[in-house]
């Protein structure tokens, strides 16, 4: 379920009416069992976003994934539910490549083939970190960290990285974490190392 529950509850009424009169309807469904719920997130990734409306985000996730092909792995899914305040989560069951998932909070801020003018996005990624990010400092590992799109973004093909008090620039031309003196904290989104 994305968005508000209006939405989610309309389209299950659409596709109840739609079986019922013999209509082929198609719907993804993630069930998670109630072992999953109890046990803690193991690969520890999530995304929280905001701006975009249910079918946008369905189709964003799904032009990314398909962008990526194997590199995301032959496993790999997610799941999309309600957040905070109007936002959604994005969390990825079988995991997500470090890589992968920056580059994922990224192109959820600039997706191809969409008008961002007069729109308000905002993405952020929480993650623990873990040797497979090729971390500039080994002390890293282990530590939680926000992945976000600075303020006043001008190169679009870059995060920053929030670890405790330290943040990092990670331009996907180098992929390589350097420590910057301005966070460049993004406007209305709490940086914290949720």
């Not at 529950?5 to 739609?18: A, N, P």
């Not at 309807?25 to 069992?33: D, E, F, Q």
């Not at 194997?70 to 997610?78: I, Q, R, S």
């Not at 990670?170 to 966070?183: G, I």
Request: glycine content about 8%; hydrophobic content about 30%; charged content about 25%.
């Amino acid at each position: 379920m994305v968005g508000g529950s209006g939405t989610y509850i309309d389209r299950v009424i659409k596709i109840l009416q739609d079986a019922k009169e013999g209509k082929d309807s198609a719907a993804k469904i993630n069930h998670v069992s109630h072992e999953s719920v109890q046990t803690p997130n193991q690969h520890e990734k999530e995304i929280i976003v905001r701006g975009w409306a249910d079918e946008e985000l369905s189709q964003i996730l799904t032009d990314f994934a398909n962008g990526c092909g194997d590199d995301l792995g032959k496993e790999f899914d997610y799941e999309v539910c309600p957040h905070n305040q109007g936002a959604t989560r994005i969390t990825f069951p079988h995991d997500i490549p470090p890589k992968e998932f920056s580059f994922l909070v990224n192109y959820l801020n600039y997706p191809k083939d969409y008008d961002l003018a007069g729109r308000s996005i905002s993405v952020t990624g929480y993650v623990t970190l873990t040797a497979d990010f090729h971390l500039p400092d080994k002390s890293l590992v282990g530590k939680r960290a926000v992945f976000y799109i600075p303020s006043d973004d001008k190169d679009y093909d870059l995060v920053y990285i929030r670890v405790g008090d330290g943040t990092y620039k990670n331009s996907f031309a180098s992929l390589h974490w350097k420590k910057v003196e301005d966070p460049r904290n993004p406007m209305g989104i709490d940086i914290h190392n949720g």
